[in-house]
């Protein structure tokens, strides 16, 4: 089969040709359809120690991704129940691999395990035709969530939990940030009845995307003035929710300088490295800061499923931050469109 693989610890990748995988105890075995590029996919084929985890080569990527069972593994309850598997089931896979026993795992707070695994990055991800997951990760989807939208609900649920830390309804929503994600969040807060939501960014081709889905305002922060555009919309006092999507030291305090007192701020961009903040600010004003990253397992995918489900909308708008399309022997150049930074989301197609 093919699968585009991580060979050396250097920059660089390579479609290799393997065998299969067989699904062990536990395990099933999927025929993947279609596969996104994330940020930490191009982290880790330039090999710029940007990527968080370790991985060690040779190793294929691929950690968003969609397909079909193909062959289930013992002690997996297999059947046609609600909560059973079966060859020929379509499904996305939740991409971190927990221990079961820490404490937070045991208090069901699996998405803060101490011990996670990394499909793609810590083991053989779904950059292939074929790979095997644990079964406890396979998220089954209804008819309607097709293929593509199936490869995105990896980021979907990243942006559904970094919206579920704060009160949307009724709000005015400030994004930094307007990557794949962070257009996500914008049509996840005008789907939850946000008053306002603005976005910022300093890429024209993402702002553009931005106010296809319909954003009240998409900033670029380089030519135009945030305290203008919230004169022109009302928000009087500032935001009262702010979604930091970007990882830039300046997305942060942009949500600091123009949140109102009392505000959320929900992070979920990774920085490269440390940056000065003012915590004064931060203080005095009485911000609730939340750190984000991936999903919690499961809720946040019954969330994400249904959510999609009942919106038309959200799932034009989820669906039109795909910008390209590839076959995965056409991978570096799909790479090098996701490095390029003005892109929205880079699909593998592994059907083709």
């Known amino acids: 089969m093919r699968a585009l693989r991580k060979m050396t610890q ?3 990748l390579q479609l290799c040709s393997i065998p299969e995988p067989t699904p062990g105890r536990g395990e099933v075995k999927i025929r993947v359809l279609r596969a996104g590029l994330c940020g930490t996919d191009v982290h880790l084929y330039r090999w ?12 294929t990527l691929g950690h968003e991704f969609f397909g079909e069972i193909v062959e289930i593994g013992e002690d997996v309850a297999t059947g046609f129940g609600p909560d059973e598997l079966h060859v020929g089931q379509r499904c996305s896979v939740e991409g971190h691999i927990v221990c079961g026993r820490c404490r937070n ?56 939990h970094t919206c579920q830390q704060a009160q949307l309804t009724g709000g005015d929503v400030l994004i930094t940030g307007a990557g794949p994600i962070g257009i996500m969040c914008a049509a996840l807060a005008k789907h939850q009845g946000a008053r306002h939501v603005v976005i910022t960014d300093i890429q024209e081709k993402r702002l553009e995307m931005a106010r296809a889905i319909g954003v009240d305002a998409a900033v670029d922060v380089t030519q135009d003035s945030l305290p203008q555009i919230m004169h022109r919309l009302g928000v009087r006092e500032g935001f009262d929710v702010g979604l930091e999507m970007s990882g ?14 009392g505000a959320t701020l929900s992070l979920l ?8 903040v003012d915590w004064s600010k931060v203080i005095t004003r009485m911000f609730t800061i939340k750190g984000v990253y991936g999903r919690e397992m499961f809720d946040t995918w019954y969330l994400a499923t249904f959510m999609m489900e009942s919106s038309k909308y959200l799932r034009d708008a989820v669906r039109s931050i795909i910008t390209h399309r590839f076959t ?3 991978w570096e150049e799909a790479f090098e469109t996701a490095a390029a930074g003005n892109a929205g989301k880079v699909i593998l197609d592994f059907e083709q």
């Open 48 to 59: 710029d120690g940007g990527a968080p985890g370790s991985l060690h080569p040779p190793q």
């Open 105 to 160: 795992c045991r208090a069901g707070r699996r998405h803060m395990c101490l011990r996670t695994i990394g499909i793609g990055v810590n083991q053989d991800g779904g950059f292939a035709d074929y790979v095997v997951v644990p079964a406890s990760n396979v998220w089954v989807q209804p008819e309607l969530i097709d293929p593509e939208l199936g490869a995105l609900f990896d980021p979907l649920g990243n942006a559904v």
């Open 328 to 330: 995965p022997e056409n």
């Open 269 to 276: 961009g990774l920085p490269k490295g440390a940056f000065p």
């Open 10 to 12: 250097a920059p660089g």
């Open 248 to 261: 830039a030291p300046g997305g942060i305090n942009t949500l600091i300088d123009h949140c109102n007192h």
